[in-house]
């Protein structure tokens, strides 16, 4: 799949696939916000609270930051962003790709001589990549605050030396990283969600088992991809805690 292929040349297409893009990112980052932001807080008080805990028995309490940045930003981050992104807007894409198809939507937009790649399908992509790094951010920045919280359950930890121990344990890598990692997964999870809801031939009956399809296959595209890029920035990096 070649990404140029999807962006449209001339002034007034790109128009209509800003505006498609912006309604997608509507629905799949801004509708999103309150709950990534529910789900970063709890898991950033959980994971505090249980490095806290262990951290507290051998005198390491400087080293809470690495294990936040470890678990929260590197791999809960990408990893729930994903989930919700597969949950919310993956399904929602193939059984609204399989209704226009069984309807013969597309059909009519290809006799139209409109390009289905521009039109439907590139702003949906564009917009699931920089939704999930959006969505992906949400749960990091609420994520930091509810780690705060978790550190200072048992004793109090002050804020400054908190956000000093985040900064060690955070390079320009790790950004990079998480960029990378979520761009990558949403564009998977969406590529997948497309190709499965256009791979329905012309019975109704066949929405929503393509739309459960869409659903395994992203999971399965999503794990997998969080688990080789991890596997090859550790080895490359190292964990550094």
Sequence with gaps: MALI???????????????????QTYYTFIQAIPLMAILGVFAGLSVA????????????NDNIGQIVVI???????????SLVLIARSA??????LATMKVQQEIDALNFMGINVKQYLLGPRIAAAMVSIFCMASVFMAAGMVGAWFGANFWSYF??????NSIT?????L?????????VAIGL????????????????????????????????????????LISGIFYVAVGINI
């Design 5 to 23: 292929d999807y962006i449209p040349r001339d002034q007034g297409h790109q128009r209509e696939f800003v505006r498609v893009f912006l309604r």
């Design 49 to 60: 609270f249980q490095a806290r805990l262990g951290l507290s028995f051998i005198g390491g």
């Design 71 to 81: 678990v929260l930003i590197r791999e809960l981050a990408p990893l729930m962003s």
């Design 91 to 96: 399904t929602a894409v193939a059984s609204e």
């Design 158 to 163: 002050p804020l400054i030396q908190f956000l």
């Design 168 to 172: 060690a344990g955070l390079s320009p």
């Design 174 to 182: 790790d950004i990079l990283f998480f960029a990378l990692k979520t």
């Design 188 to 227: 998977a999870i969406f590529t997948v969600a497309i190709r499965n809801g256009l791979s329905l031939k012309k019975a109704p009956f066949e929405v929503p088992i393509v739309t459960n399809q869409a659903v395994v296959d992203a999971l399965f595209m999503a794990i997998g991809l969080q688990v």
